[in-house]
């Protein structure tokens, strides 16, 4: 449930949602007839009054986006590399959602709503939003994502990704067709160097340890990173590093870099405040396709 308090005097509720939230009034209007919005707990039509200290609330958005709340979603181009009658693979830029996670986010640029424009109805396994969806990056994240576009890749992509999840072992997790590679730029700190230091003859190095999302209402995990290869920048201030996940916990790679000492750079959530974009990128991805062929997509 989304919470406003509204602090101005007389103004239609479905004009101040729409500018509000950047979507359109008649999106809003649906909203309001199908009793999604209350206003100091009480249902109201869309031709209400705000007052002052209004107390708005909005109920999950997802249940209200029919196809014309999709059309109206924004429009964006992605780059399609790989592409198949059952699936794709897509390169996601900086800045982009993967899905819209609250209304707030509704019209903010997403692969769901790229999907949804070009494709307009593919499969999903947990409901229309992300539809083909099978995993996600953070919206500062760039790179490699596999889509499903039809029940059939769906399952296979599904039976791939619930293989590696539920794999006990590290070497069961490595035996699984589905690898993703990440490659992200860090500062060098003093504790950073240690770290560098102590692995450079025992690579690859695995990181297997609890991550803390710094995130609201997330469980803390164990994840298991696999540093594949580095190389420090000549100044000695950065490093790149080369890495591979064998799970997938939300920030996973940007908490455990920054537990040893190698925040990536622009990561706000981890290191310190900063304009430069977080230089993470998911660029290389090896797969098993439908048909057993292992497949190779990069960046």
Known sequence: MENVIYQWWSERIDLFLSKHFSLSRNFFQHILKRGGVTV????IKKSYQLQANDIIEIDNFQRFLDNQAMEEAPKIEIPILYETSDFLVINKPKGVLSHPRTIWELHEPSVSWFLYHKYK???SIWNFIRAGILHRLDKQTDGLM????TEKGLAHFKNLFQAKSESQE???KENVH?????????????KGEQFLLSIKNNLPYIIESLVIAKLPHITPKIGITKILNYSIFKDK??????IEIL?????????????????IVGDYLYWKETWEAMQLTAWKLIFEDLDGKLITVEI
């Open 170 to 172: 590290q070497q069961a």
């Open 237 to 242: 201030e950065k490093v790149i590093m080369e």
């Open 247 to 263: 799970t997938g916990r939300t920030h996973q790679i940007r908490y455990h870099l920054s537990q040893v000492g190698l925040p």
């Open 178 to 190: 589905l690898k993703k590679f990440y490659r992200a730029t860090c500062e060098t700190t003093p």
């Open 146 to 149: 596999i889509v499903a576009k």
């Open 121 to 123: 109805s593919l499969p």
């Open 40 to 43: 100091n707990n009480h249902p």
